[in-house]
């Protein structure tokens, strides 16, 4: 992620900048809209005012990912996530855990959280900036509303990944938005050729959106004989480009953990680095350097690559006609910059692929 100075903002991202400081706020639009880097700019701005705020990411990963693409934005931010907040905010008010639903802890009680609230007249004078707000349970957002909670959120239903997720409608009903959603309408990070295969899984939802006008390669398809072979590959494709960041996003961390050991073989182990957030020895990536990243498709929300490989083509074997199989194409897609690669080892191109124009997608046999 390349993060813009304030002089380098177009008209439509300085309007994030422009929004009140009080109240409650949704912004939408394209993967590569910038939503991420506007979230972080909200924040800081929120900050340099004296808002007590907190910055919302999806994941762990991504916490880190931003603090050191923007370590002057971020180093006055308490940036958390979502379930950490939670946590957090309930213990300092209730001195306990907050309401669970389930044994593991990640599902809330939320009728009962609102329950209590009410009841104790708890109330809050933070302003939260949540990135990828989509993912987020409209219930919590309910909850923001009852404590009087400042909201700026940052959402795209065109990703939304799990089973508790929330359309941009749904969240601005919850906290009873008083404007429409700022809408960030151009795209700056794909190149058109990988635009225009992601906009092929995209859910039909508000207005269209504009192409990239930056043109790139068409993404690819791979049939390749092994794993070997097409590690070979990036390793030779490494070579050919260092100056490029690649992403290998895996759909299991027992792959993620095998090609890392593959690619250290080839004796790429110090441009190679994997994160696997339950891994001890794996739960950290440095972007500043080994520009080879193993990341999870559980992982993949909210990073971006100059060049994307997805090595294990044949684990989609979801229907490729349903909402999520879907979803999660289109935004595994809009992680990649220049280029995007597909491979698998089986007979057939799963078919989730299968259907896409060949103008869209060029497809080789190794």
Not at 35 to 64: C, E, I, P
Not at 67 to 76: G, I, K, R, S, V
Not at 159 to 178: K, M, N
Request: glycine share 4%; charged share 25%; proline share 5%.
């Amino acid at each position: 992620m390349k993060i813009p100075s304030l002089l380098d903002l177009e008209i439509e991202q300085q309007a994030v900048i422009d929004l009140p400081f009080h109240g409650r706020h949704v912004i939408t639009g394209t993967p590569g809209a910038g939503k991420t880097v506007m979230a972080v700019y909200r924040a800081w701005a929120l900050a340099t005012v004296g808002r007590d705020v907190a910055l919302f990411t999806r994941s762990n990963l991504l916490h880190q990912y931003l603090a050191q693409m923007a370590p002057d934005l971020t180093e006055a931010l308490n940036v958390t996530t979502y379930h950490r907040w939670i946590r957090d905010f309930w213990r300092r008010r209730f001195r306990t855990d907050p309401p669970q639903t389930d044994e593991d802890g990640w599902l809330y009680d939320w009728i009962e959280m609102q329950r209590d609230c009410i009841l104790q007249g708890v109330r809050s004078t933070a302003h939260l900036v949540i990135d990828e707000g989509q993912n987020l349970p409209v219930a919590f957002y309910r909850l923001c509303r009852t404590l009087g909670v400042d909201v700026t959120v940052c959402a795209d239903e065109n990703q939304r990944i799990g089973d508790d997720q929330s359309t941009v409608s749904e969240i601005c009903r919850a906290l009873a938005t008083r404007a429409d959603p700022l809408v960030l309408r151009e795209n700056r990070r794909n190149s058109r050729e990988i635009a225009m295969l992601a906009s092929e899984f995209r859910e039909e939802a508000g207005d269209e959106i504009a192409l990239p006008t930056r043109v790139g390669r068409t993404p690819t398809v791979l049939k390749v004989p092994s794993m070997e072979y097409l590690l070979t590959g990036v390793s030779q494709y490494f070579n050919a480009h260092p100056e490029r960041s690649i992403g290998i996003i895996c759909r299991s961390t027992h792959l993620l953990r095998d090609i890392q050991s593959r690619l250290t073989h080839l004796g790429l182990a110090k441009y190679t680095q994997a994160y696997a957030h339950d891994d001890q020895y794996r739960n950290a990536i440095d972007f500043s350097v080994r520009p080879i990243r193993i990341v999870s498709a559980a992982s993949m929300k909210g990073l971006e690559f100059d060049s994307v490989f997805v090595p294990d083509l044949d684990a989609y074997t979801e229907d490729p006609t349903s909402v999520d199989a879907r979803l999660r194409f289109f935004v595994l897609c809009t992680r990649a910059r220049e280029d995007l690669h597909f491979a698998h080892r089986g007979p057939q191109e799963p078919a989730i692929l299968s259907s896409i124009p060949k103008s869209l997608l060029v497809r080789h046999a190794g």
